[in-house]
């Protein structure tokens, strides 16, 4: 038996490649002795080589197998939620519904000063797409004063593997109320979770 089952795995490229860049903070993770070494970072997908490019603090642990063709792998998160029968208009069981993208690549460490500095730039307008309402600047003396700190590094992707958990298996109106759920409750459990987080700490 296959697993994930075909029906939960996405092997569209250009569908993953959507949830990369609506969701870049990528969990990371190397292995060092047996043990793996874990980071959350954003990630940008470069379209001219199809690399993707990140930024890690000089004191992280990480930092030192970022480098020399390491391997490491990549985890983007998608929405997810809790699914009730309830939404349902056939008999189901509870059940959990996401979206992730699994990546297994090649890690390489940039040292030059320059490139790390045009990249950070690059980062900045993407994520601040599609307003723009900041731009950060070259001659910016913070940036310059913490280029020290930061270290640049890219990932030549290796395999890709989508799971794409969406009731796909069921009749297509509780496909698309699994659908309306997993926005619903995304929506909701995001101000829930910030207002007990603010009342905590009043």
């Known amino acids: ?9 996405e092997d569209n490229n250009l569908h993953m490649l959507e949830v990369i860049k609506t969701y870049p903070l990528a969990t990371i ?11 959350h970072l954003p ?17 992280n642990p990480q930092t030192e197998l970022l480098k020399d063709q390491n391997d490491i792998t990549i985890i983007f998160s998608g929405p997810q939620c809790y699914i ?5 208009s056939t008999t189901q069981l509870p059940t959990w519904n996401y979206i992730r993208v699994h ?5 390489t460490r940039i040292d030059s000063t320059e490139d790390l500095k045009e990249s950070l730039i690059v980062m900045t307008e993407f994520l601040e ?8 600047e070259a001659d910016n003396p913070r940036l310059n004063s913490n280029l020290d700190y930061i270290k640049m590094f890219e990932i030549t992707i290796d395999t890709w593997e989508g799971k794409f958990k969406l009731s796909q298996d069921k009749h297509p109106k509780d ?16 101000k829930v979770f910030l207002d007990s987080v603010f009342i905590a700490k009043r």
């Open 1 to 9: 038996m296959n697993y994930p089952p075909k029906h939960h795995q």
């Open 175 to 190: 496909i698309r109320n699994a659908r309306a759920e997993l926005l619903r409750a995304n929506q909701a459990s995001v």
């Open 103 to 107: 990546l297994t690549g090649k890690v």
């Open 29 to 39: 993770v190397s292995v060092k002795d047996n043990a793996p070494l874990i980071t």
């Open 129 to 136: 797409a599609p307003d723009h309402k900041y731009v950060l």
């Open 43 to 59: 990630l940008i997908y470069r379209e001219e080589d199809g690399k993707l490019i990140g930024h890690i603090d000089i004191y």
């Open 84 to 88: 009730s029968p309830s939404i349902y």
